[in-house]
Nanobody
Framework: QVHLAETGGGEVQAGGSLTLSCTAS???????????VGWFCQAPGKEREGVSC????????YYVDSVKGRFTISKDNVKKPLYLQMNDLKPEDTAMYYC??????????????????????????WGQGTQVTVSS
């Protein structure tokens, strides 16, 4: 069973930067580079929202408009961490950040970007989350 664990959250002032990491373990049936990986966030009292995702090869990335130009997703297929470099942080970025993985790019991208007219199949591989707090 695949497990994901996030680290790197913390409290920063507006305009600051953080780098979140997500480490995968328990990958046996597939190689890590077969997994599509992504980041979601959930602010207090709000629903979970997509932030960014990346294809297994890293060739394709998606970002929601609110983080374009500020956040960068990357991953190391050898050491198996997934990263989210967060620059120019804003108070509205304050949320719990979760990493997720799936073998299907369309499914994860649909969850991130909200493209589909019907809800996509659920994502079953999640981390426990790391808190990011941005003060003004």
């Amino acid at each position: 069973q695949v497990h994901l664990a996030e680290t790197g959250g913390g409290e920063v002032q507006a305009g600051g930067s953080l780098t979140l990491s997500c480490t995968a373990s328990g990958i046996t049936r597939h190689n890590f580079d077969e997994y599509v990986v992504g980041w979601f966030c959930q602010a207090p009292g709000k629903e979970r929202e997509g932030v960014s995702c990346m294809s297994g090869s890293g060739a394709t990335t998606y970002y929601v408009d609110s983080v374009k130009g500020r956040f960068t997703i990357s991953k190391d297929n050898v050491k198996k961490p997934l990263y989210l470099q967060m620059n120019d942080l804003k108070p509205e970025d304050t949320a719990m950040y979760y990493c997720a993985a799936d073998l299907n790019l369309s499914i994860l991208a649909d969850h991130i970007m909200g493209w589909g007219s019907t809800p996509p199949p659920p994502i079953n591989i999640w981390g426990q989350g790391t808190q990011v707090t941005v003060s003004s």
